[in-house]
């Protein structure tokens, strides 16, 4: 993807900015099914992240044992069946203009916060920070360690910017930057938004992002909550 550099709708700042899609997004629901109690896969339109809408089996739909999901797709598996919501984070509606400047805000927010990280590290899966036995194969991709709950505060001082982190114990995650809010979610231990995917490494007291296949500058987290 191309860098490109413009000038920021907020604060006058010039940031630079990976190129972000003004295409309009919605959330869609996908239906898929355990057949003969069998694992089985159903891939996804566009990443997002993924509730369940609506059971559709008598066997059991519980997240992390029955079904979960990742980039790709959703798994289910023991006979379920069900509705699910991808939750794309995109602006459903408006006029094209609207969708523009919405798509502007946040490449400017995750540009300069998050897009802008350091190293690009590789989790590996047998680590016993994502071990849980309570889960489907104990490694199970919607797990969110507790080390990532919580509220973070970043600054990046290439940009001179300041970002908050709120990560929920379901994945969701809340980005707050120069009074904008854009929203992301966690998954396989990685932060993701619509077109990026980013490592978390734990530090003492935080974290540090890094988005994978860029090696650009530092961005370190600190816990506030």
């Not at 990443?47 to 990742?70: N, P």
């Not at 990280?117 to 507790?146: F, M």
């Not at 379901?170 to 990685?190: K, M, P």
Request: glycine share 12%.
């Amino acid at each position: 993807m191309k860098l490109v550099i413009q000038n920021a709708v907020f604060g006058g700042i010039v940031l630079l900015v990976m190129g972000w899609s003004s295409t309009a997004l919605a959330d869609y629901k996908i239906t898929c099914e355990s057949k003969g109690n069998r694992h089985n896969t159903c891939r996804l339109n566009q990443a997002g992240y993924v509730t369940l809408s609506r059971q559709l089996s008598g066997s059991s739909c519980r997240q992390g044992r029955d079904w979960d999901y990742d980039r790709r797709e959703i798994w289910v598996d023991d006979g379920c069946r069900a509705e699910f919501k991808v939750h794309t984070y995109g602006n459903s509606g408006g006029s094209s203009s609207s969708s523009n400047k919405t798509a502007t805000a946040a490449g400017v927010i995750v540009g300069a916060a998050l897009l802008g990280a350091l190293i690009s590290n590789s989790k590996h899966k047998d680590d016993a920070r994502y071990s849980d036995d309570n889960y489907y194969g104990g490694q199970h991709t919607s797990y969110v360690p507790g080390w990532m709950v919580g509220t973070f505060e970043g600054y990046n001082s290439m940009y001179g910017v300041s970002v908050t982190l709120d990560i929920s114990p379901d994945g969701q995650v809340l980005v707050n930057s120069e009074g904008n809010q854009f929203n992301a979610w966690i998954n396989d231990g990685r932060l993701h938004t619509d077109d990026a995917v980013f490592n978390l490494d734990q530090v003492n007291g935080g974290f540090i992002t890094s988005q994978v296949g860029d090696r650009a500058n530092e961005v370190r987290y600190r816990r506030v909550r």
